[in-house]
């Protein structure tokens, strides 16, 4: 201090400290022993009892690395920073920190691909200072060492840490590359990917930043064996759940909740029923848009990105679900008596989550208690019912942040042991109420801090060993007290968990445990004017913070309901389940032996914490120190005031602290010799011996240091000697000035003098050619006079002439002139004569005209008058009318309120008629079900009748073939013989035929009358279906109101009736029908019946005939469109191999019926002949040529029929 002072003389630049600007300039204009007075531009003239700190020489506001001052403190740093900063250089060294300056406007040039590339390779200090500088560094580092490293990048919200971190990452995925063997895809683009997802669902605008992170992040570049990039690992920490639900006015949620309101499909918009986001709880309380931001494009990056990553479109659409889910899910309205189960945001939140609304809503109006065994359900207060909400809210955007990292982090992690880590972190932060947010944010910078002054007090005894050389024990400020209040054993987060457990804890206990624990500890202390309130105070290593203890107990439990968990988890959303993994309780005992201890915020963030610390020790260490130079953020201004308490949180000053305990002073001898050469007289080419005999010199006994490669000083020795180096410099200039003034005088001495003679000399000259002048002159002027006279004669004589030829020309000209004026005289007489006949004649006509106009004027004034005169009295009609039309308005107005009275009255009545009409649908739909029932029955007598038929057609062909194996054994007998046994033949087939021709009577006859039946219910049916059209038209055509969805509904039930009565109908016509053609084949077995008792000679013809007609009658009575039918028939016809391809493909189609004709017709008697299955289908189609009234048809198959039988 002692050499210092011998700096302090008038006129010496200082610093001043200042309330408003922090510090100022001011100049010594007086030193005592114990005073100095220093002049300021702002407050003039004070007075200090110890020395101000000393400006530095204008000539190093501008170096890379502020270490290198000659004066190391607080206004030193701020005058470099501010001087740089006005520059355009945001960046500068401290020692092993890179303080960035945020400039708030765009500075392309700083990271192009140039810039990029000029920092590849390069070591650190050998250019310019730069973020690339840094990432470059580390890098180099790790290829060195082989040992892992770490950017921590801290600062205050604001201040560019985001925007730092992607630059750095950017650099190292660029510079470092990639390794595309252990990638399926892109690594680069994959990490840089990640970028906007974290910072659309991680960050959101503040009062002091547009593009805030709300969580502290640290990215590990995992590097490969050959040192290229392989993947990535995110982990986060801390992130603000409260935001989610609440934010300050000039404030927004997260982005992506603007960002799905904007760039979402409209459709899915629709769907989903989105509208803005004025409209939501969660979005409204603050700002909607940010100036130069665009939702939509951000909207459509974060959906580029998550595809880059690997998500799949089912993904992605559940996690818009979500969101949108939790915008629903905040405008549920709370009620005293429980949310109503018709909320419109509670329906469509339970939609969108695919969960059960009635589950949700049980649990939201109500809450379990459990008391021992006893379980109880209370009624939640409107309050609660809005925490309940709030929780699941919070706790559905936390886990969905938690997913989208570990997506993030499986397509992107790898196997790998070294790793470039960039820690983006919240800064140290203190407002006018500090909370639990706060409280965590502040403990994680207290760790930080510390490994930060352990790396700096290492990094600065290894530079001593290095240069080997004396030194002692450097003590610094040391936080770790202030750690273990926080986190030992009985620290604050210990107190805090323990009233956690508490059934009755609450803030004021935990701050009551505080006081009693910490009364006398020295980071500790009890607010003065706390009163009432709950409130501490911390000494932080920045500055003491007091923290407001009320909702500390809320905060560090995060607790939500076990029951609205378990509501999510039955979630029928697959991604929404993966976010909620069911939780296996363990056996009792297992239980009963766990700890009961729960597992809270601050313990998670303290193991977290502790997890980041160790990584981070374990690793090479880089600092950024990102700083804010204004509240406005505005470009161009710096706020010093601000800028200091910055420089005071982020842990620059202690690294000057740490660097003053020792020899802050570091130059290499080369430099430094040829910085302070004026202070030798010595020669000599050993540049370290002279630099040593130089500091011996100047320097006091133990002050100064000898390194290996550099010289140490002690603080404030380099600007003494910068003064001595000045004092030498000023005398030698001095010197030099006396010398070259001499010099120069004499000069000018010796200039003078030959200056004199040469004057005199020109002088004598001059008067010598001035007398010789005058003589030449003299004569010149007689020649001149001589030679004017005779000029003068000459010319007056030459004028005389001239005179006369003059005179005669101007005499002329008078003449003419006479001449010409009397014939001008002439002209003028006749043409005003010419004008006056003309404006007399004209004056005449204007009169004459001006009495027609006046004259017609009064006549069109009367006619206007007349015309005025009947507008008025149809005005004043017009106003009767109006009066009238106002009097009609009135009374239309009351008709209007009488039709409402009648509307209301129609309203009434329709509601009756609906009643009425509900009635009679369900007695029809009773009557239908009846009817139905009663036609099933039908059909399986029909079916029976069909199976009987059936029997009997194979009687009738067994009976054929035995009269066809009959008549073949008797040929050699006698035709008496024969005849006889014919006779019995057909005797027996007439019996037969008789008793089924008795037993299809019956049938039909029954069948008959159930057809009447089924008759006079459809004509019911249609009169009750009239009806009810004609009262649904009514109530459609009145004008009181429009159809609802229940009138909809019931004409659509109507409807419905109509065609299944029109079914109904189309069943009966086509039984009806099958009776007709049943009839026609009675007919016909009559007439075989009565050609079999006629002729004998076509007894086979008849015989095949009524067989036809028979399988006829029996297949009338079988409902084609029975599909098994249609399948056995198929089947019986496949497994012949005798019938031909056509019959076997034939399907129950009328359009198919000329196929099956010809395939008929084609047949020969090798494969057609006496098969029952072709007189099956032949018989099936005879049913069809009646039913469709083909007769020609029908007699080309009886015709075929008849030829096979023949054959």
Not at 394 to 421: C, M, P, Q, W
Not at 485 to 505: P, V, Y
Not at 915 to 943: G, H
Not at 1061 to 1088: D, I, R, V, Y
Request: proline share 3%; net charge neutral; glycine share 4%.
């Amino acid at each position: 201090m002692a050499a210092a002072v011998e700096l302090y003389k008038p006129g010496v630049q200082v610093w001043v400290e200042d309330d408003e600007e922090a510090w100022l300039q001011g100049t010594i204009i007086n030193v005592e022993p114990d005073s100095y007075k220093v002049l300021t531009p702002k407050k003039g003239e004070q007075t200090f009892a110890s020395p101000p700190p000393l400006c530095n020489e204008p000539d190093q506001w501008q170096l890379n690395d502020m270490t290198n001052l000659n004066f190391l403190h607080e206004p030193a740093l701020l005058q470099t920073l501010q001087v740089r900063f006005q520059q355009d250089l945001i960046y500068t060294y401290s020692g092993i920190v890179l303080v960035s300056v945020n400039p708030f406007k765009s500075l392309p040039y700083l990271y192009d691909a140039s810039t990029l590339e000029l920092y590849r390779g390069q070591q650190l200090g050998q250019l310019d200072p730069h973020l690339f500088a840094v990432a470059e560094e580390s890098y180099q580092c790790l290829c060195r060492t082989l040992q892992s490293q770490s950017i921590i990048i801290s600062g205050e919200s604001g201040a560019g840490k985001t925007v730092s971190a992607k630059f750095v990452m950017r650099y190292l995925a660029i510079s470092c590359g990639t390794d595309v063997k252990q990638s399926s895809g892109n690594v680069e683009d994959q990490i840089l990917a990640s970028n906007p997802i974290l910072e659309a669902f991680g960050n959101s605008k503040t009062t002091r930043n547009d593009n805030s992170s709300r969580f502290g992040k640290f990215m590990q570049l995992q590097l490969s064996e050959k040192k290229v990039i392989s993947g990535a690992v995110i982990r986060t920490y801390l992130l603000e759940k409260s935001r989610i639900v609440t934010h300050a006015s000039q404030e927004r949620n997260y982005h992506i909740f603007y960002q799905l309101l904007e760039g979402l499909d409209s459709n899915k918009k629709e769907a989903w029923k989105l509208t803005n986001c004025g409209d939501y709880r969660y979005t409204n309380q603050g700002v909607a848009h940010v100036p130069d931001v665009d939702d939509n494009k951000d909207f459509l990056s974060v959906c580029s990105a998550m595809r880059t990553l690997g998500m799949k479109d089912d993904t992605i659409e559940s996690i818009w679900k979500i969101i949108s889910g939790i915008l629903h899910m905040g405008n549920i309205i709370g009620a005293d008596r429980g949310i109503s189960n018709q909320d419109s945001a509670l329906l469509a939140s339970s939609k969108l989550l695919d969960i059960d609304d009635k589950l949700l809503l049980t649990w939201i109006n109500k809450r379990k208690i459990v008391a021992g065994k006893d379980v109880m359900l209370k009624p939640n207060t409107k309050n609660e019912q809005y925490d309940a909400i709030d929780a699941l809210a919070k706790a559905v955007y936390s886990r969905n942040f938690d997913y989208l990292v570990e997506i993030i982090n499986s397509a992107t992690a790898k196997e790998e042991h070294l790793f470039i880590g960039i820690l983006d972190i919240y800064g140290f932060e203190s407002f006018d109420k500090n909370s639990f947010e706060q409280f965590c944010i502040n403990y994680a910078n207290e760790n930080l801090q510390q490994q930060f002054n352990s790396h700096v007090f290492k990094k600065e005894q290894e530079d001593y060993v290095k240069e080997g050389i004396n030194w002692s024990f450097i003590g610094f400020t040391d936080n770790k007290p202030c750690l273990e209040l926080i986190e030992s054993r009985a620290g604050i987060i210990a107190l805090l968990d323990e009233e956690c457990i508490m059934t009755k804890g609450s803030d004021e206990n935990f701050c009551d445990k505080l006081y009693n624990n910490f009364k006398e500890h020295e980071f500790f202390s009890k607010p003065k004017l706390s009163g009432k309130r709950a409130l501490f105070t911390i000494s932080h290593f920045a500055q003491k913070v007091t923290y407001d203890a009320a909702g500390f107990l809320e905060k560090n439990k995060d607790k939500i309901a076990d029951e609205l968990l378990d509501v999510v988890r039955q979630s029928k959303m697959p991604y929404l389940q993966g976010l909620f993994p069911s939780v296996q309780k363990p056996p009792e005992e297992e239980a009963k032996r766990a700890p009961k201890k729960p597992l809270t915020v601050g313990s998670k963030f303290k193991a977290s914490l502790r997890l980041l610390m160790d990584t981070i020790y374990t690793t090479n260490t880089h600092y950024v120190r990102c700083l804010k130079p204004n509240m406005a953020k505005l470009p161009g201004l710096f706020s010093r005031s601000h800028m200091l308490e910055q420089l005071r949180a982020c842990g620059v000053l202690s690294t000057i602290k740490i660097s003053q305990a020792g020899f802050p002073g570091k130059v290499e001898y080369n430099k430094f010799f040829e910085r302070f050469r004026p202070l030798t007289w010595t020669s000599g080419d050993d540049v370290v011996q002279r630099s040593k005999e130089i500091v011996k010199e100047y320097v006091k006994e133990g002050n100064y240091q000898f390194g290996k490669t550099k010289v140490f000083f002690r603080a404030g020795e380099l600007g003494l000697l910068e003064a001595k180096r000045n004092d030498v410099l000023n005398s030698a200039i001095i010197n030099m000035q006396a010398f070259i003034r001499g010099s120069v005088q004499k000069t000018y001495y010796h200039v003078a003098v030959h200056s004199v003679v040469l004057i005199e000399t020109m002088s004598r000259l001059f008067m010598a050619r001035k007398t010789l002048r005058s003589l030449r002159e003299s004569y010149s002027a007689l020649l001149i006079e001589t030679t004017f006279r005779s000029f003068l004669y000459c010319k007056f004589f030459k004028q005389s002439v001239t005179a006369i030829f003059i005179q005669k020309l101007f005499r002329a000209f008078e003449i003419y002139k006479q001449y010409k004026s009397l014939q001008v005289a002439h002209y003028s007489a006749v043409l005003i004569q010419s004008c006056y006949k003309y404006f007399s004649t004209q004056k005449t006509y204007r009169r004459t005209l001006d009495i027609i106009v006046y004259s017609q004027s009064c006549v069109r004034r009367k006619a206007t008058a007349k015309q005025y005169r009947i507008l008025l009295a149809e005005s004043r009609d017009l106003r009767n009318q109006h009066k009238e039309i106002t009097e009609k308005a009135s009374k239309l107005e009351l008709k209007v309120v009488e039709l409402l009275q009648e509307n209301e009255m129609i309203k009434k009545l329709y509601n009756e008629k609906e009643r009425e009409l509900l009635v009679k649908i369900s007695a029809l739909d009773m009557n239908l079900n009846v009817e139905r029932k009663k036609n099933s029955e039908l059909l399986e007598k029909i079916d029976q009748l069909t199976r009987d038929s059936n029997s009997y057609a194979q009687r009738v062909t067994k009976l054929q073939n035995e009269l066809v194996s009959v008549q073949n054994a008797m040929k050699s007998s006698q035709q008496l013989e024969t005849r006889a046994s014919e006779k019995h033949l057909a005797t027996e087939l007439y019996a037969e035929k008789k008793l089924l021709d008795e037993y299809v009577d019956v049938e039909t006859h029954e069948t008959l009358q159930r057809l009447t039946l089924l008759q006079s219910l459809n004509i019911e049916l249609e009169k009750e279906n009239e009806l009810l059209r004609k009262e649904v038209s009514e109530l459609k055509r009145s004008p009181s109101r429009t159809p609802s969805n229940e009138l909809l509904q019931k004409d659509q039930q109507i409807q419905l009736l109509t065609s299944k009565n029109a079914q109904l109908l189309n069943e009966l016509n086509e039984l009806s029908e099958k009776f007709l053609a049943f009839s026609q084949s009675n007919t016909l077995k009559s007439s075989s019946q009565t050609s079999i008792s006629s002729k004998r000679s076509h007894r086979r013809f008849s015989d095949a005939n009524s067989i036809s007609c028979l399988a006829s009658s029996i297949d009338d009575l079988v409902d084609l469109k029975d599909s098994q039918e249609c399948f056995e028939l198929q089947e019986t016809l496949s497994k012949n191999s005798d019938v031909p391809n056509g019959i076997q493909m034939f399907q129950y189609n009328s359009y198919e019926l000329p196929e099956l004709f010809h395939s008929l017709s084609s047949c020969n008697s090798d494969n057609c002949s006496g098969k029952p299955a072709v007189a099956f289908v032949i018989s099936r189609c005879l049913r069809y040529t009646v039913y469709f009234n083909l007769t020609e048809d029908r007699n080309i198959i009886c015709q075929s029929f008849i030829n096979m039988v023949k054959k």
